[in-house]
């Protein structure tokens, strides 16, 4: 242990001696922190809202509704009033599918949310057996 001490110390007096040394040597020790802290940086939050909520997403809803034990029930406008509460995305409402089709082709949306016209039916289809 004695000579393991007595070499560092060594190596520490010699390195002093050399300007260009001793900054080889702390460029080495900081380039991979450097490197490791901003490749964690930029993938810290690839999925939070400040990352996804520029990702413009058109929403259509052509959901008729459905008639269920009397009263009128529209899933689609559900879905609707909750994602517009929802910063997670950029969600745009348009006002058909055609709309939301020809923005997504144009690419002035990511991708498009479609609810289909029989969209409560089937939700509540397991009622009816």
């Known amino acids: 242990m004695r000579n393991i001490w007595k070499i560092f110390k060594t190596d520490i007096r010699t390195l002093s001696k050399c300007f260009f040394a001793s900054v080889v040597v702390v460029a080495i ?7 490791a802290w901003l490749n964690i940086y930029s ?3 690839p999925y939070g809202p400040a ?5 413009k997403v ?9 008639e269920v034990l ?5 899933i689609g406008e559900l879905v609707l009033q909750g994602l517009e509460t929802n910063d997670q995305m950029g969600w745009v409402f348009v006002d058909n599918a055609q709309t939301a089709l020809d923005g997504v082709n144009a690419g002035d949306y990511y991708a ?6 029989e969209f409560t039916g089937d939700f509540v289809s397991i009622l009816e057996g």
């Open 112 to 117: 498009a949310l479609i609810l289909p016209p």
């Open 70 to 74: 009397g009263l009128h029930l529209n």
């Open 29 to 35: 020790a900081l380039l991979p922190s450097l490197y």
């Open 58 to 66: 058109a929403v259509a809803s052509e959901d008729d509704g459905y």
């Open 43 to 45: 993938n810290w939050d």
């Open 51 to 55: 990352s996804t909520g520029r990702i």
